[in-house]
């Protein structure tokens, strides 16, 4: 698996050590969201976007918490504790451009991906987030980069740049309507943290598979069962098992039109 997946879904993290300066990114300006947004959606974006698989459904932390053999140790902080960091268009600024409160590198937070959350979708996730109670995690542990790690930021030769956008990305207000752009719009905001930026996977050293070409083996109600279940195409958990415990905690959010919609768009390529 990527080494990349190993450290995805750490938004908000915040390193021990001196806060490292940002890389700057020639980014559209960051969009305000279109409205106060909707927290039980915003749980369901969220959990489609790997956000609650990291931070908790409750916003605790802790479900991702990973030593690298680099000796970084990655940890997804207590969301209900990092918002006060962070005003709304802040929160717009961390998603879409990887900028933080205190300026340290978001590593491990799959910016990439989320650049493309239309506004609406974004101030959804944020109503969800301000909703949360707050509650207490005492055993959790920070993030720590080791001396390595911070000699390849600052001198440029980090290998990873999920926290990266693309300069001058303009996400939509809404997502889109039309089935393959809506299934498009999935795709960019779901799959791509795993299966690569164009869905066909990160090169033959990792054996993460392109999605476009395992798609082909799904008629429309197996991909459905997939993505609802885990059950693959051959009526059996995936061979790693990854997606099918992914499908369950993040897809199975996903309506039937949503889901038709990214297999159409999948069988488009």
Same mark, same amino acid.
């Given at each position: 698996?990527?080494?990349?997946?190993?450290?995805?879904?750490?938004?908000?993290?915040?390193?021990?050590?001196t806060?490292?300066?940002?890389? =700057? =990114?020639?980014?559209?300006?960051?969009?305000? @969201?279109?409205?106060?947004g909707d927290?039980?959606?915003?749980?369901?974006?969220?959990?489609? +976007? *790997?956000?609650?698989?990291?931070?908790? &459904?409750?916003?605790?932390g *802790?479900?991702?918490?990973?030593?690298?053999?680099?000796? &970084?140790?990655? %940890?997804?902080?207590?969301?209900t504790?990092?918002? +006060?960091? $962070?005003? &709304?268009?802040?929160?717009?600024?961390?998603?879409?451009?990887?900028?933080?409160?205190?300026?340290?590198?978001?590593?491990?937070?799959?910016?990439?991906?989320?650049? $493309?959350?239309?506004?609406?979708?974004?101030? /959804?996730?944020? =109503?969800?987030?301000?909703?949360?109670?707050? %509650?207490?995690?005492?055993?959790?542990?920070?993030?720590?980069?080791s001396?390595?790690?911070?000699?390849?930021?600052?001198?440029? #030769?980090?290998?990873? &740049?999920?926290?990266?956008? /693309?300069? *001058?990305?303009?996400?939509?207000?809404?997502?889109?309507?039309? @089935?393959?752009?809506?299934?498009?719009?999935?795709?960019?905001?779901?799959?791509?943290?795993?299966?690569?930026?164009?869905?066909?996977?990160?090169?033959?050293?990792?054996?993460?598979?392109?999605?476009?070409l395992?798609?082909? =083996? $799904?008629?429309?109600?197996?991909?459905?069962?997939?993505?609802?279940?885990?059950? !693959? !195409?051959?009526?059996?958990e995936?061979? #790693?098992?990854?997606? #099918?415990?992914? !499908?369950?905690?993040?897809?199975?959010?996903?309506?039937?039109?949503?889901?038709?919609?990214?297999? #159409? $768009?999948?069988?488009?390529?």
């Amino acid at each position: 698996m990527r080494k990349a997946i190993l450290i995805g879904c750490i938004a908000f993290a915040a390193c021990s050590q001196t806060p490292q300066t940002p890389v =700057a =990114a020639a980014v559209a300006p960051p969009a305000t @969201p279109v409205s106060k947004g909707d927290p039980v959606e915003g749980l369901r974006v969220a959990k489609r +976007v *790997g956000c609650t698989g990291c931070h908790m &459904d409750d916003g605790r932390g *802790g479900g991702f918490d990973v030593k690298t053999p680099a000796g &970084d140790r990655l %940890v997804a902080p207590n969301l209900t504790e990092r918002r +006060v960091s $962070y005003d &709304d268009v802040g929160l717009v600024g961390l998603l879409r451009e990887g900028k933080t409160h205190d300026g340290h590198l978001p590593i491990g937070m799959p910016v990439h991906m989320f650049q $493309y959350l239309s506004d609406h979708e974004v101030a /959804d996730i944020t =109503a969800w987030m301000r909703a949360l109670t707050a %509650v207490e995690n005492p055993g959790l542990a920070a993030s720590t980069l080791s001396p390595g790690t911070l000699r390849q930021l600052a001198d440029g #030769s980090y290998e990873f &740049d999920d926290h990266v956008p /693309d300069p *001058g990305n303009r996400p939509p207000a809404v997502r889109p309507a039309e @089935p393959l752009a809506l299934g498009r719009h999935l795709a960019l905001t779901s799959c791509g943290e795993c299966h690569g930026r164009d869905l066909n996977g990160w090169g033959p050293e990792d054996p993460t598979p392109s999605l476009v070409l395992v798609n082909k =083996a $799904y008629t429309p109600e197996q991909f459905a069962r997939l993505m609802k279940t885990g059950i !693959a !195409a051959n009526g059996k958990e995936t061979a #790693s098992g990854f997606m #099918s415990g992914t !499908a369950r905690d993040r897809f199975a959010v996903l309506t039937d039109d949503e889901i038709a919609a990214l297999k #159409s $768009y999948l069988d488009s390529r």
